[in-house]
């Protein structure tokens, strides 16, 4: 996919930007304020409306992108703190997903699907239980999961090692890794450790006087 933000205006700082990449692989947005790069994500996922400007999707406005292919089979979004419904279970909560991107019931797919995944993850939860009956760190591996499960075009992850102690974070990194060939992955971040020999490219995004400055650097180490 070709993602462009044109002339792109949201909140005060973050206005004319002007940002055109191919996001194959893993892109890192590294913004050591912590604001502006999840900003970017949300707009793309249209939780955050922008004031000028549009974004191009291969091409294509993006609301005219997204009535053509639909937002949950372009985009899947993992929250910083492992965002999940309150009142459904685990279980639910990954299936309801599941069933609205593949537009279908297969139960058995989702749940050979599942095995893999949180066997890989190292997950071994009763998936029956609320969200609220476990640590956070266990229901952002689920997110995780979730998101993998979609196969969207483009992943969106929000400080993906928030939350996370040491091992867990060397799993999610080797996890992404892994995945990344085929399954591009926009990372919003302040944590220069996934600048460097993780990523494909990174997007530096620092504040200027005028607004935002914008450098794209190919990680030729990765």
């Not at 996001?23 to 304020?33: A, K, L, S």
């Not at 990194?173 to 995945?179: G, K, P």
């Not at 530096?204 to 450098?215: A, C, E, P, R, Y």
């Amino acid at each position: 996919m070709q993602l462009a933000f044109s002339s792109f205006t949201v909140d005060d700082a973050l206005r004319n930007l002007d940002l055109d990449l191919h996001p194959d692989g893993i892109t890192v947005f590294y913004d050591e304020e912590d604001k502006w790069a999840e900003k970017l994500l949300r707009c793309l996922i249209g939780l955050d409306p922008w004031q000028e400007g549009q974004i191009y999707l291969d091409g294509k406005l993006w609301d005219q992108y997204i009535s053509e292919h639909s937002l949950i089979k372009t985009f899947t979004y993992v929250f910083d703190d492992g965002t999940m419904m309150s009142n459904l279970s685990l279980k639910e909560n990954l299936y309801l997903p599941y069933q609205l991107r593949w537009e279908g019931d297969d139960l058995h797919r989702f749940e050979e699907e599942l095995a893999s995944l949180t066997a890989r993850f190292g997950i071994d939860i009763d998936l029956r239980i609320r969200p609220a009956l476990i640590r956070p760190a266990e229901r952002k591996m689920l997110c995780f999961i979730q998101a993998l499960m979609l196969k969207s075009t483009v992943l969106l992850i929000n400080n993906p090692l928030y939350l996370l102690n040491h091992k867990q974070r060397d799993l999610l990194i080797s996890v992404l890794m892994e995945y990344a060939s085929q399954q591009p992955m926009i990372i919003a971040s302040y944590d220069s450790e996934l600048s460097r020999g993780f990523a494909d490219r990174t997007v530096f995004i620092h504040s200027t006087d005028t607004g935002l400055s914008v450098k794209i650097q190919q990680n030729l180490d990765t």
